[in-house]
């Protein structure tokens, strides 16, 4: 790994700007385009370059560096970084001091949690982790795997997977391993027989960093945005022109996070209707106001949503 036990390397990159720029580390990896992308629509654009570990981004007050998962909460607790981006998995994993900013609920492929399992051949004999006393599992989360084991009683050898986990499960005897939708445990003609851990993306910082007000204030600054990005993924905006005589009756039924906006429009007898909804009710919802008068139905996409 190019900064692997080495802090230092990392500060030298700063160029003496410590005191004006938050250290942001950026997970290098499964997740990195899609944290990209949830930057971007935050407003936040990162821009990468496949030779650098450094990134650029438009806002002055902060440089990005690309770090793996597994390592971010390490660097951000040394101070190498004021903050970054990791998965709850690695923070509890590293055993090290962090400070939770946010937790921010998108994955590689799904906008909900990952999780932890252990996982057999389909064939295999094990059904319960007790079955697996004096055998051989494979995985990245060496630690967490040991402990769960411990606090039943299990003796097990853990072993450390370098990648490619789900084919060491024929090799040995189990496996635990990470699944957003499963689809790679089914296509190995693997058994899950237990889940060890949730995860989601945390955004974590460093105690120091966390303790210098305007470092505090730009990393909740991040936070929110990227809490209004992930919120805006799953809603879109509704807007119209209802008859002023239905439009008590449109009210009823629209969902809303407060009420719905309500425009007048030149027409007195017609009004203009703007409000967010969950995508999920728009198939159901745009039918039902056609038929009580609703005309220039429009959908539309959200970058943010602020609570």
């Given amino acids: 790994m190019l900064y692997q036990g080495n802090y230092a390397q990392l500060r030298v990159g700063n160029r003496g700007d410590n005191n004006v720029k938050i250290k942001l580390g950026i997970p290098k990896g499964s997740l990195q385009d899609a944290t990209l992308q949830l930057f971007a629509q935050a407003g936040l654009p990162i821009h990468t370059n496949s030779r650098s570990y450094?990134?650029?981004?438009?806002?002055?007050?902060?440089?990005?560096m690309l770090i793996r998962a597994q390592e971010m909460a390490r660097y951000v607790e040394h101070g190498a970084l004021d903050a970054g981006l990791t998965g709850l998995d690695w923070v509890i994993e590293s055993g090290l001091e962090v400070v939770t900013v946010?937790?921010?609920i998108y994955a590689k492929q799904s906008r909900g949690k990952v999780r932890?399992?252990?996982a057999v051949p389909e064939n295999s004999p094990y059904q319960k982790p007790e079955d697996l006393d004096r055998r051989i599992i494979a995985t990245e989360l060496v630690n967490v795997t040991r402990k769960y084991f411990q606090q039943r009683g299990v003796n097990v050898t853990v072993e450390f997977s370098w990648g490619t986990t789900e084919i060491k499960a024929r090799l040995?005897?189990?496996?635990?391993?990470?699944?957003?939708t499963?689809?790679?445990?089914?296509?190995?003609?693997?058994?899950?027989i237990d889940t060890l851990l949730h995860s989601t993306i945390r955004l974590i910082a460093n105690k120091q960093a966390w303790e210098t007000s305007w470092k505090r204030e730009k990393m909740e600054n991040i936070a929110m945005l990227l809490?209004?990005?992930i919120e805006a993924r799953a809603k879109i905006g509704l807007k119209m022109n209802v008859p002023e005589a239905r439009l008590s009756e449109v009210v009823g039924f629209l969902p809303s996070e407060k009420s719905p906006t309500v425009s007048r429009l030149a027409d007195s007898s017609w009004v203009a209707v703007e409000v967010?909804?969950?995508?999920k009710q728009e198939r159901e919802l745009?039918?039902?106001l056609k038929r009580a008068g609703a005309t220039g139905i429009i959908t539309y996409p959200l970058n943010k949503v602020i609570p």
């Fill in 54 to 64: 450094f990134a650029s981004t438009g806002d002055p007050e902060i440089e990005c």
């Fill in 102 to 104: 946010s937790d921010l």
């Fill in 116 to 118: 932890w399992v252990l």
């Fill in 172 to 180: 040995l005897d189990g496996i635990v391993d990470l699944t957003e």
């Fill in 182 to 192: 499963g689809s790679s445990i089914r296509a190995n003609n693997l058994r899950v």
């Fill in 227 to 229: 809490k209004g990005a």
């Fill in 276 to 279: 967010i909804l969950e995508e």
């Fill in 286 to 288: 745009i039918p039902r």
